[in-house]
């Protein structure tokens, strides 16, 4: 008898949990959305003196407030890049870094609580006539989109030549440990 009351007992205060502290969930509405641009031309092709560069599905994706349509967060670049070495020499490329400028040419700034990712770590040995590709993701100014439109982008490799050339310099005057 004593156990059926505390089965009846336990049952009661399991019902009531489920059932009396059930509370409606109401589904909110998402109040961002991810929106992808592709810039124009979505490809272009970089020749300098050693490489020749191919920025190929280039498109800004970015997190925007759906009441305000104001741009939250830092947007992103994304896109494809292939890079040719042109010379005689074995090039080690380290990064790959751009710079959004202005219409004018000068470098549009970011705000002080944008995330600055302007460097593309790169790692590739190329020997002449070598091709290395990969993925572009990097962040823009979110200034670049509204207040001070994309003119240009300034693509800079960071590499190391092979051969590489090395001077050595020995100091002339005797150095003496006292």
Same mark, same amino acid.
């Not at 399991?14 to 509370?23: D, N, T, W």
């Not at 191919?54 to 741009?71: F, G, P, Q, Y």
């Not at 010379?87 to 751009?98: H, L």
């Given at each position: 008898?004593? =156990?059926?009351?505390?089965?009846?007992?336990?049952?009661?205060?399991? %019902?009531?949990? =489920? =059932?009396?502290?059930? #509370?409606?969930? @109401?589904? &909110? %509405?998402? $109040?961002?959305?991810?929106?992808?641009?592709?810039?124009?031309?979505?490809?272009? &092709?970089?020749?300098?003196?050693? =490489?020749?560069?191919?920025?190929?599905?280039?498109?800004?994706?970015?997190?925007?407030?759906? %009441?305000?349509?104001?741009?939250?967060?830092?947007?992103?670049?994304?896109?494809?890049?292939?890079?040719?070495?042109? /010379?005689?020499?074995?090039?080690?490329?380290?990064?790959?870094?751009? &710079?959004?400028?202005? +219409?004018?040419?000068?470098?549009?700034?970011?705000?002080?609580?944008? @995330?600055?990712? #302007?460097?593309?770590?790169?790692?590739?040995?190329?020997?002449?006539?070598?091709? %290395?590709?990969?993925?572009?993701?990097? $962040?823009?100014?979110?200034?670049?989109?509204? &207040?001070?439109?994309?003119?240009?982008? +300034?693509?800079?490799?960071?590499?190391? /030549?092979?051969?590489?050339?090395?001077?050595?310099?020995?100091?002339?005057?005797?150095?003496?440990?006292?």
């Amino acid at each position: 008898m004593h =156990f059926i009351k505390i089965f009846i007992l336990l049952t009661l205060s399991l %019902a009531i949990g =489920f =059932f009396g502290c059930a #509370k409606e969930r @109401k589904a &909110e %509405a998402p $109040t961002q959305e991810q929106v992808t641009k592709n810039l124009v031309p979505p490809k272009s &092709e970089i020749k300098g003196q050693v =490489f020749l560069v191919e920025l190929s599905d280039l498109r800004v994706v970015m997190t925007v407030n759906i %009441a305000s349509k104001e741009v939250v967060g830092t947007p992103s670049l994304k896109g494809s890049i292939k890079i040719t070495n042109k /010379s005689k020499d074995i090039q080690d490329i380290q990064a790959v870094t751009v &710079e959004c400028l202005d +219409e004018a040419g000068k470098p549009i700034p970011y705000k002080p609580d944008e @995330k600055i990712e #302007k460097v593309y770590p790169f790692w590739k040995v190329l020997q002449p006539e070598g091709i %290395a590709e990969g993925s572009l993701d990097i $962040t823009i100014p979110a200034n670049a989109i509204k &207040e001070k439109p994309l003119g240009k982008l +300034e693509v800079n490799l960071v590499y190391v /030549s092979s051969p590489l050339k090395r001077e050595t310099l020995i100091l002339s005057e005797k150095i003496k440990i006292e």
